[in-house]
C-alpha cells in the first residue's frame, strides 16, 4: 500500500468530519446541530443538513432527506454499497427510511442518548433506541466514532 493511499478508517474519519462540518452549518442556520453525507465508492454524492427550524417541518433531517433521495436516484445495487456518514445515531424515523431505503452502511459519531443528554435541560423527549439498525440483516454500523468531537458539535450548539 502506498503511502497515498487512505486506510478505511481514515477515509470513515474523514467523512464523518464532514457530516461533524455540516452539523455545526445546521447549527449557524438556525437549525439543531445534525449532518448527514452519502458517499459511494469513496465520493460524496449527496448532503444534507438538519432544517427543521428553517423548514418548520419536524422531519426535515438529514438522513431522512438523504434516504428519500437515494430512493428515488439510486439503484437498489447502488443504495446497498453506499455509506450514510452522520453526526449522530439516527432517531427511529431516520433509521426506518435508511432501512427502507436499502442503505448498507452507516457511519455516526455519538448516539441519540449522548446527543440528548447535551441539549438544554439534558431530557430526551423522545427516547432513542441505539440497536435497531444493528438488528438489521444486510447492514453495517460503525459507531460511535470521533465521540469527542461530535460531543464538542453539541455543546457548541447550546452554549
Known amino acids: 500500500m502506498s503511502e497515498e493511499t487512505e486506510t478505511s478508517d481514515e477515509a470513515d474519519e474523514r467523512f464523518l468530519r464532514r457530516a461533524l462540518e455540516l452539523a455545526r452549518e445546521a447549527a449557524a442556520d438556525g437549525n439543531t446541530p445534525f449532518g448527514s453525507l452519502l458517499v459511494r465508492d469513496g465520493h460524496v454524492v449527496k448532503e444534507s443538513t438538519n432544517t427543521t427550524v428553517a423548514d418548520d417541518d419536524i422531519t426535515a433531517h438529514p438522513e431522512l432527506k438523504l434516504a428519500r433521495w437515494a430512493a428515488r436516484e439510486l439503484t437498489p445495487r447502488e443504495r446497498r454499497t453506499s455509506t450514510m456518514y452522520t453526526s ?13 431505503a436499502g442503505l448498507g452502511r452507516l457511519v455516526y459519531s455519538v448516539d441519540g442518548a449522548t446527543a440528548s443528554a447535551l441539549a438544554p435541560g439534558g431530557r430526551n423527549e423522545n427516547p432513542p433506541r441505539t440497536d435497531h439498525l444493528r438488528e438489521r440483516e444486510g447492514v453495517t454500523v460503525v459507531g460511535p466514532l470521533l465521540e469527542d468531537e461530535g460531543r464538542a458539535v453539541h455543546r457548541e450548539c447550546w452554549e
Open 88 to 100: 449522530t445515531y439516527p432517531c427511529m424515523m431516520c433509521s426506518g427510511a435508511f432501512a427502507y
